[in-house]
């Protein structure tokens, strides 16, 4: 079974920081890694989507990349701004008994200070 | 324009009764999900359905029962709530199963 964990819980950085939001996953046998942004109270927002034949997937001032070796992902947000303030959930599937299905981390909660 | 939208937003019932929720996709894809948020925030699978056909049902108590009348709708039927059952459900929907997954802004569920 898939199991995710997300390093750190929580980061708190001032506005302009570059960062990094981690993410390890123990069945390395996945064919793509998604991350998602939650706002309080709100839905998830897909982020980013790597296929495993990627290592790299960019979208603005996000950089996603994964590792199936080591079985880590990293979120790579360059030039933080307090609008980025969420938390930010990796999920990696487990393909067991014919089925796909999504294991979430806890996510990093990020707050970006002004 | 919604892509994933669920109704309702808010639920409050007390113990024992029986609720549904339900989600609606335009965006035409074949599989949809049931995901619950617990109170620590994790979030968990429940149910998938790939067109209109259940392929994973977790560790969920038969109280719970989705329905799909169409490929566009997949429906969350509670029987007998408990105050475990308090949380945010999620739906979200994919192209096809094990492509990128788009959520529903959630149903947050009260028991008292």
């Known amino acids: 079974k898939q199991e995710v964990t997300q390093i750190p819980a929580a980061l708190s950085v001032p506005e302009g920081e570059n960062l990094v939001l981690n993410c390890s996953f123990t069945?390395?046998?996945?064919?793509?890694l998604q991350w998602f942004r939650q706002d309080p109270g709100k839905g998830l927002t897909s982020l980013l989507l790597?296929?495993?034949?990627?290592r790299e997937q960019t979208s603005g001032r996000l950089n996603a990349s994964l590792d199936k070796s080591s079985g880590r992902s990293t979120l790579y947000i360059a030039a933080s701004q307090p609008g980025d303030s969420a938390t930010y959930l990796c999920?990696?599937?487990?393909?067991?008994?014919?089925?796909?299905?999504?294991?979430f981390g806890k996510g990093t909660k990020l707050s970006v200070i002004p | 324009d919604t892509a994933v939208s669920q109704t309702p937003k808010y639920l409050v019932t007390q113990m024992g009764n029986d609720k549904s929720i339900k989600c609606e996709q335009n965006?035409?894809?074949?599989?949809m999900y049931w995901y619950k948020q617990d109170s620590k925030k994790f979030l968990k699978i429940m149910f998938s359905?790939?067109?209109?056909?259940?392929?994973i049902n977790e560790t969920v108590p038969n109280r719970f029962s989705p329905k799909s009348p169409d490929k566009a709708h997949l429906n969350l039927h509670i029987n007998s709530l408990e105050l475990g059952d308090s949380a945010v459900y999620f739906c979200?929907?994919?192209?096809?199963?094990?492509?990128?997954?788009?959520f529903g802004p959630g149903t947050r569920l009260t028991v008292t």
């Open positions: 979200a929907s994919s192209p096809h199963e094990g492509s990128e997954q788009y």
């Open positions: 069945d390395s046998a996945i064919y793509n």
């Open positions: 790597i296929q495993s034949s990627q």
């Open positions: 999920a990696a599937p487990y393909s067991g008994a014919g089925s796909y299905q999504l294991t």
């Open positions: 965006l035409g894809h074949d599989t």
């Open positions: 359905y790939n067109n209109k056909e259940l392929i």
